[in-house]
Antibody, heavy 112, light 111 residues
């Protein structure tokens, strides 16, 4: 069965970086694009962009350029989200999502 | 960018009664390939979102048939024929015709 398993919660200080992983199983990784979605505490869903798992080409939504990087390691069927220069407002649950299946989410907390 | 507007934002419903959520896009969601990439997702408390409906009206695997989607162009509707306790949560429409955008979410609660 299709599964997207994300890495565990992270607590980071402002200015640090974080890398969230999303390991796919149960399907051919390169057959589906991978999306990233942010959900701030008590808020709605925000589409961050997607990465073409064939070419590795990322597309970032407005507001997610510069500090946000999507990457892949196709040898282990894993997508990554890296956020640099973390700010308090980056505190959120980050989801990876195929068009039909979602990861369980990774809570990133930014606090001094 | 396409803006998605859901109404209502909160919907108190009696168990066994129907519920309906509307979603309007700021421009047509018909893709150049002829498909309309409008989905509905459910997020139960403390859970990740789950796909219910894709391409306007197609129920995803395992979704009960009390959920149905309809609409075209810029106006779409999710209907629950008879609300059950497990349906409590927040429902989002999402367009994937041009990038991706979610509606604000509609909180479904039991009266």
């Amino acid at each position: 069965q299709v599964q997207l398993v994300q890495s565990g919660s992270e607590l980071k200080k402002p200015g640090a970086s974080v890398k969230v992983s999303c390991k796919a199983s149960g399907y051919t990784f390169t057959s589906y694009a991978m999306n990233w979605v942010r959900q701030a505490p008590g808020q709605g869903l925000e589409w961050m962009g997607w990465i073409n798992t064939n070419t590795g080409n990322p597309t970032y939504a407005q507001g997610f350029t510069g500090r946000f990087v999507f990457s892949l390691d196709t040898s282990v069927s894993t997508a990554y989200l890296q956020i640099s220069s973390l700010k308090a407002e980056d505190t959120a649950v980050y989801y990876c999502a195929r068009e039909d299946y979602w990861g369980q989410g990774t809570l990133v907390t930014v606090s001094s | 960018d396409i803006v998605m507007t859901q109404t209502p934002l909160s919907s108190p419903v009696t168990l066994g009664q129907p519920a309906s959520i509307s979603c309007r896009s700021s421009q047509s969601l018909v893709h150049s390939d002829g498909n309309t990439y409008l989905s509905w997702l459910q997020q139960r408390p403390g859970q990740p979102p789950r796909l219910l409906i894709y391409k306007i009206s197609n129920r995803f695997s395992g979704v009960p048939d009390r959920f149905s989607g309809s609409g075209a162009g810029t106006d779409f509707t999710l209907k629950i024929s008879r609300v059950e306790a497990e349906d409590v949560g927040v429902y989002y429409c999402m367009q994937a015709t041009q990038g991706g955008t979610f509606g604000q979410g509609t909180k479904l609660e039991i009266k």
